[in-house]
């Protein structure tokens, strides 16, 4: 690892100032990504903000809290597991703790947080690779995953600069349930829906956020969804545990008399962001919830999909997974 | 990982550096003195021997580093000062590790394995993959299991830090230290130390009552060997004998707990 500077912020207002005002700063959380990736050079800030002794100054950043309207108010350095534990997430949203569960291992849960979830990085293997090709680590270098293997790659919101998934399970869950991020920067603090947080590649896959250099996310709001206690998160991976998706569904439905009155749907494994399914969920409103409803929303929901050479796969497995997880929510009492 | 170059004039010298001069007769002991609580580890001991050609080489690290050149002094140790910009060359540092402090001067690149292993000289826990991905270097955080790999060793500063050498009381292995011996839970022994700190963890973690449920929570500790069963078997044996460890965080007996 190159040598770095650190320091030790002290409150959320010192920290965004040490890392705003210096380009080469970054803030360190949970460190699964930003130490994995500086250790293989493809991240490379000169100077650490490590944040995750704000919580002792600033208690909030650690709490889940239930407010008065009905939203869930996480803090940003709420560990995945204490998130996919707290009997609040389990009971009212339990596709959010399904999806924390289904991510990496008890170890990396422990230290992840959830700003640093919504940060996490491609686990594309070119990415990865600094001798190779790839324009999210060096823009302008080219794309090595598109006449690559790309077997793990995306088939939805690709770009012919970048086709890279993003990886987490966390954010597709969040993504289904309208989630916002708040986010505090050098002009103050301001909040920003899930849905619009990630970006698809285009012309600068090097962005991956909306995020500007210096912005603190402070926590997410979930906004109260009483049917999202009906609600799952499917992940099909390559082993029973301790994988990446190769496509996974977060899955919410509201059903009266058999009829289906609101739908959430979001996909993961096969985006290049976590992937709201809008076609889908209007489809699937109004409509009995039989699996021939569910398989029209899973046809509409993979329409715009573009396979790559290795991954034509990943089109007819979205498909299944979505009425797999939607035939689950359906039978939910 | 590239740990630096030279250590600064007052660094007590690494443990690499260092095992060339341990031949001289006041660091031979009789081995009886194992069992006076003097350590003596097979690092140590094979390095010396072959440097010396001695037989039974025993040294405690500490003691070695006083030897070797003057300790930074209490004040140096103060703390890193919240705010401050420190680095990138070495700086005090204070970790808390199985209830002893460690005066260590560190680059604040250094990872807590890099700095257990070659700064504070516990090379229990191991160094596998270095990249998150194979549970070898798990240590206890505050009790709770983390990859020590991806923990830069400036982020638990005063932290409690549990290791697997912080597992056995003298001589009395802990619980599922000796459920790992009577299963036969390993082969070469590598991943080990992190399938018992993972395994001591999940005692009080919410893990459910199925083989299944251990092999999930398990599933970060990877196993070259492939002893899983045992280890599941292991894990198993431990719970079973400590009823009700299963069903929350706050239920463990206190015996089973190490941090």
Known sequence: ?333 | MDDGDSPSEDLPPRRDDSAPDLGSPADTVDPAALYRGIELDRRTFIAASIAAGLPYVVRDHRKWASLAGAPATAEQFGDVVEGALVGPAAVPVELMINGASHRLRLEPRVTLLDALRDYAGLTGTKKGCDQGQCGACTVHIGGTRVLSCLTLAMSVRGRPITTVEGLARGTTLHPMQQAFVDHDAFQCGYCTPGQLMSAVALLHEPCGPSASDVRECMSGNICRCGAYPNIVAAVQDVRASHASTHTGPASAPASLRRS
């Open chain 1, 1 to 333: 690892m190159r040598p770095v500077t650190y320091t030790a912020a002290a409150d959320v207002a010192g920290a965004i100032s040490a890392v705003a005002g210096n380009p080469d700063a970054a803030y360190l959380g949970g460190g699964t990504t930003l130490i994995d990736l500086m250790k293989i050079d493809v991240m490379a800030p000169a100077h650490l903000v490590d944040v995750t002794g704000i919580q002792s100054r600033d208690p909030r950043l650690a709490r889940i809290d239930e407010m008065g309207d009905g939203r869930l108010r996480i803090g940003a350095l709420v560990s995945n597991s204490d998130l996919a534990h707290h009997p609040a997430v389990r009971t009212r949203y339990p596709v959010l703790s399904e999806a924390l569960l289904s991510g990496a291992t008890v170890q990396l849960r422990n230290m992840a947080t959830v700003a640093g979830n919504l940060l996490q990085r491609t686990r594309c293997y070119y990415f990865r690779d600094t001798a190779s090709p790839c324009n999210k680590r060096q823009p302008g270098t080219g794309c090595s995953a598109t006449g690559g293997y790309n077997r793990m790659h995306a088939v939805l919101g690709g770009s012919d600069q970048c086709i890279a998934t993003n990886p987490s399970d966390m954010c597709v869950a969040l993504s289904a349930l309208d989630a916002v991020v708040r986010v505090r920067g050098p002009a103050g603090e301001r909040t920003i829906a899930l849905v619009d947080f990630h970006r698809v590649p285009g012309d600068s896959p090097e962005q991956d956020t909306v995020l500007e250099h210096g912005d603190f996310i402070v926590g997410v709001d979930i906004p109260a969804l009483p049917f999202a206690a009906r609600s799952h998160y499917l992940k099909i991976r390559d082993r029973s545990s301790y994988a990446f998706a190769l496509a996974s569904v977060a899955a919410a439905l509201d059903i009266q008399d058999d009829v289906i009155r609101g739908a959430r749907l979001a996909l993961g494994g096969v985006g290049t962001k976590p992937w709201r399914a809008r076609e889908a969920e209007l489809i699937l409103v109004g409509r009995p919830a039989t699996v021939d409803t569910y398989r029209e929303a899973a046809t509409a929901a993979l329409r715009d999909a573009v396979p790559q050479r290795h991954n034509a796969f990943k089109i007819e497995l979205a498909k299944r997974t979505i009425v797999r997880a939607l035939t689950t929510v359906g039978r939910m009492v």
